[in-house]
C-alpha cells in the first residue's frame, strides 16, 4: 500500500463524518488555557492533542471496519434463519438485517464509510467518491468478513440446523418445477437490480451526497427493510455479493453435497449480476441528475 493510498481521504465522508469533523474543527479553534500564553511550550502541547484527535484512517484501518462489518452482518443473517417456525421469516430476516445495518454503518461508518458490501462500494466509486484504488482492498475485506460471519454462526449450529439454513446462504426459490410459486432466474436478476438500486440510490443521497443527514443510518437501515419485505420470498433479498458469496462457500466446505441446495451455485450469478447493475444504475442517476456538486444536468 502507498504512501498515497494511505493518506487518502475519500469524499465519501457523510452524516456520519461530520459530528467528528465538528469536534476537530473546535480543538484547533481551541484558545490557551487560561493563564498561558498563546504559542508557549504547555499551549502547543494542548493544541498537540487536538491535532493527533484528526489522525486519518489508514486504507487497512478502513478495511478492518469492512471486515467486522460484514461478518457481523453475515453472522447475524446466518443465525435469524434458524428457528423460523415460530415467526414469519420474511419479517424475521427484514427486521434482523434492517436493524443489524442501521447499527453497523452508525458504529463504523465513520471509519470505513460503512459499505458492508461490494455494490454499494462500487457505487461510491462510480459516482466519484471513492478512490477507485481502495476498491479491491474493500472487495476482499467484505468477502472475507462474509464468509468468516458464516462459519462463525456455523461453529455455533449443529449438522441438521447448518443444513436448515444451508450456512445462510441466499437462494433462488425454484424448488419444484411443477410449482406454480417458483421464481425463474429473470425474476430474481430484476428483483435483486431493482432492490440494490434502492439500497445505493438512498445511500448515495443521504450518506454520500451530504453531511448534514444524521438519519442516514437509519434510511438505510430501513431501506434495507422494505426491500427485503418487497423480494425476500424470491430470492432472500441479498443486494450483497458478499451476504451470498460467504454463506455458498461455507456451505460448500461443511455441509456435504447431498444435503446442500441443488441450486447453491447454478443461480448464484444473480447475486454479483443483479447488485452491481444496480448499482450502477444508482451511480449513473446520482452523477447525472442529483449530484450536488458535479452533476451533469443542472
Known sequence: MSAENAAYDPPYRGALHNSIDQRSTSLRRMPAPAGWEEGSVEAISVKSVAVKSERKYSLFTKCVAEFLGDLTFVFIGTMQGYGRGTVDGTVHAALAHGFAIFILVTTLGH??????????????????????????????????????????????LSYDEMVQVQAGATLLFEGDPSNLDNSAWWQGLLSETVVTFFLCHTILMTAVDTDKNLLAPLAIGFTLSIDILATGAITGASMNPARSFGPNVAASILINKGDQADHLWSRHYIYWAGPLVGASIAAAIYRIFEARTDRFVR
Do not use: D, K
Not at 461490494?118 to 462510480?126: E, N
Open 111 to 156: 471509519i470505513s464509510g460503512g459499505h458492508f458490501n461490494p455494490a454499494v462500494t462500487w457505487s461510491v466509486v462510480a459516482s466519484g467518491r471513492q478512490n477507485p484504488l481502495e476498491l479491491p482492498f474493500y472487495w476482499a475485506s467484505q468477502l472475507f468478513g462474509g464468509f468468516c460471519g458464516s462459519m462463525l454462526a456455523c461453529a455455533i
